[in-house]
């Protein structure tokens, strides 16, 4: 089983990373998004360039930290969770472990290779826009939210069961 689960989390981690990258060289460079602006897909939904020199939410964007830290930070900080992946032996956790993992390494080249992020999703309701954001971030908000579930009701179970 274990072989399969790491497996299962690895593969996930580089299906997320594919996504990513495929998804952000055809906005950046296939639908040269960068100089039309914004794209209309529905009354709810654009795709519009945003480049995030911040962290999440755009956080410390105006702050004169370089992406290359921020990049470095990302992978010290994926590591730290493939380990955990990796000596996990659940299922589940190893998929959520997948997902930031996944998600934080997609935006860390992002950070190397344009000094930021590119975020493009935009959702919006009412005249009020939510963040722009992109597939790894989405990976990452799913994966931590699952791991939140997992520590507040699966974990709970566990122990009780045992």
Do not use: C, P
Request: charged share 15%.
């Amino acid at each position: 089983m274990s072989a399969r689960r790491l497996s299962i989390g690895f593969g996930l981690i580089a299906f997320i990373v594919a996504a990513d990258r495929l998804t952000k060289e055809w906005i950046v460079h296939g639908l040269d998004l960068l100089s039309r602006g914004q794209i209309e897909i529905t009354s709810f939904f654009n795709l519009t360039m945003v480049w995030n020199r911040g962290v999440s939410f755009g956080m410390f964007s105006d702050q004169a930290l370089q992406a290359e830290l921020f990049a470095a930070f990302s992978t010290i900080v994926a590591i730290g969770l493939a380990v955990w992946m990796v000596r996990s032996k659940d299922l589940f956790l190893t998929v959520t472990l997948g997902l930031v993992i996944g998600g934080a390494l997609g935006n860390a080249w992002d950070r190397l290779i344009y000094g930021a992020v590119a975020d493009f999703f935009d959702f919006h309701l009412m005249g009020w826009h939510f963040w722009a954001f992109n597939i790894a971030d989405s990976a990452i908000s799913i994966g931590v939210a699952l791991l939140l579930w997992d520590s507040i009701f699966r974990s709970g179970q566990q122990q009780a069961n045992e």
